[in-house]
């Protein structure tokens, strides 16, 4: 079975900064990939951005990125230009390769922007 | 396009109850649908997944059971609802095929036990 290890419960930065959420994980698959999930005041869950384990290339979507090392088992995200509207929980999950068994998530970090 | 839709968003039952959520998803064919649970300031934990009609896999042993009796709906049910069945449930699918292709949530329901 994997884990997922947020440890960061909630964060607080300014408008227009830059912040980073940690997210390890643990797991003995080789074939797996990883997600960030934002989940705003509305409670709907919104998928941000997505790794493949097998890319050493980190993803990139807008002002969203990953770190994304292997072999610390580490998925950090990095969010540039920090907006109000980036206020929400945010969620890393696991994904198994080769399987429909769904995710694992971890208990997420609460992300405050501060005007 | 794909969409999800899932009912009731608010529900309020006595202990003892049953219990039906539903969700359907439109613009796709043989989904691979998830019901999940959100207690209170915690994270998703995976109840139920399907890959297809009649297909249920269960992750966690507890008071409640899914259904897939259609290609696209996906119902969550209990005979007699628990105080520890309180949570936010939310559905979602993904494209037939596997763990790369990320998972599409609806807007959830909020069950409150009373």
């Known amino acids: 079975a994997q884990t997922v290890t947020q440890s960061q419960p909630e964060m607080s930065v300014q408008e227009a900064e830059t912040v980073t959420l940690s997210c390890t994980y643990d797991?003995?698959?080789?074939?797996?990939?990883l997600f960030w999930y934002k989940q705003p005041p509305s409670r709907q869950m919104i998928l941000v951005i997505r790794?493949?384990?097998?890319?050493?290339q980190n993803a990139t979507e807008n002002r969203f990125s990953v770190n994304f090392q292997k072999a610390a088992k580490s998925f950090s995200l990095k969010i540039s230009d920090s907006q109000l509207g980036d206020t929400a929980m945010y969620f890393c999950?696991?994904?198994?390769?080769?399987?429909?068994?769904?995710?694992?998530f971890g208990k997420g970090t609460h992300l405050i922007i501060q005007p | 396009s794909q969409t999800i839709h899932q009912w009731p968003a608010t529900l309020v039952q006595p202990v003892g109850s049953p219990l039906s959520l539903e969700c359907t998803v439109e613009?796709?064919?043989?989904?691979?649908l998830y019901w999940y649970r959100q207690a209170a300031g915690r994270g998703l934990q995976l109840l139920f997944y399907?890959?297809?009609?009649?297909?249920i896999s269960s992750e966690v042993p507890q008071n409640l059971s899914a259904s897939r009796p259609q290609d696209r709906q996906f119902i969550l049910s209990s005979k007699k609802l628990l105080l520890s069945d309180s949570g936010f449930y939310l559905c979602?699918?993904?494209?037939?095929?596997?763990?790369?292709?990320?998972?599409?949530f609806g807007d959830g329901t909020r069950l409150s036990i009373l």
């Open positions: 979602a699918w993904s494209v037939y095929g596997g763990s790369n292709q990320p998972q599409h």
């Open positions: 797991t003995s698959e080789s074939n797996y990939y």
């Open positions: 790794q493949e384990a097998y890319k050493q």
């Open positions: 999950a696991f994904a198994r390769g080769g399987g429909a068994d769904g995710l694992t």
């Open positions: 613009g796709t064919s043989n989904p691979n």
């Open positions: 399907s890959v297809g009609i009649g297909q």
